[in-house]
């Protein structure tokens, strides 16, 4: 089954860029690339998805390496309110179970 | 628009009880989904639900199990509560037809059992 794998944290400073990385090497073809966030004492939040473009919103970017077994999210500036922990799942027409349970993500911490 | 909004937001029981969570969907969407988050771990697929069917279930015991309604709301029940299912309960939803596209979070009803 499908899975990903995350940097359990990572810390960023103000204002610069953060790149949060993501391997699922055992991608399927018609698996979507999807990423959340959680702040504290909320639920998960979409931030963006793909297929096999990179793709911008007015979030974050997503670049999706060539062979789609990696990608990463792109904050441009990331901002005290970025600090959140970040989820990359994969999830495709048939909504097997193992590719509806999120990981445990990436904490992300952002300083002065 | 209304985001997925779930009730209780918080709930405290005691061990052998039963509880009932309810969660409705954003407008226009027929898929719901519960997750279990214990405190410090990931997001734990409980049940999907669509158009009124169980689609899918993660692996958890039957004494988790749930429904939904016609107007596309749901209710989570666990029979006989243990210490470990004290955790945050998270409902999304999404809209028909498309099995991948993006999940909408409620934020969720956190469970104490004691």
């Known amino acids: 089954d499908a899975k990903t794998t995350q940097p359990n944290s990572m810390e960023s400073n103000e204002e610069e860029p953060v790149h949060l990385p993501c391997n699922h090497s055992?991608?399927?073809?018609?698996?979507?690339i999807h990423w959340y966030r959680q702040l504290p004492s909320q639920g998960p939040e979409y931030v963006i998805h793909?297929?096999?473009s990179n793709v911008n919103n007015r979030m974050a970017s997503l670049a999706i390496a060539e062979d789609r077994k990696s990608s990463t999210l792109i904050l441009h500036r990331a901002t005290l309110r970025d600090a959140a922990v970040y989820y990359c799942?994969?999830?495709?027409?048939?909504?097997?179970?193992?590719?509806?349970?999120f990981g445990t993500g990436t904490r992300l911490q952002v300083t002065l | 628009e209304a985001g997925v909004t779930q009730s209780p937001t918080h709930l405290i029981k005691t061990r052998g009880q039963q509880v009932t969570l309810r969660c409705s969907p954003i407008?226009?969407?027929?898929?719901v989904y519960w997750y279990q988050q214990a405190l410090g771990l990931g997001l734990q697929f409980l049940l999907w639900?669509?158009?009124?069917?169980?689609?899918n279930r993660g692996n958890f015991p039957p004494r988790f199990s749930g429904r939904q309604f016609p107007n596309y709301s749901s209710e989570l029940n666990v029979n006989a509560l243990e210490l470990e299912d004290s955790a945050l309960y998270l409902c999304?939803?999404?809209?028909?037809?498309?099995?991948?596209?993006?999940?909408?979070f409620g934020n969720g009803t956190r469970l104490t059992v004691t």
């Open positions: 055992t991608i399927s073809g018609t698996d979507y």
């Open positions: 793909g297929l096999t």
């Open positions: 999304a939803s999404s809209p028909p037809g498309l099995y991948n596209s993006p999940l909408h």
């Open positions: 639900y669509d158009e009124g069917e169980e689609r």
């Open positions: 407008s226009g969407h027929t898929s």
């Open positions: 799942i994969l999830r495709d027409e048939s909504g097997t179970a193992s590719k509806l349970t």
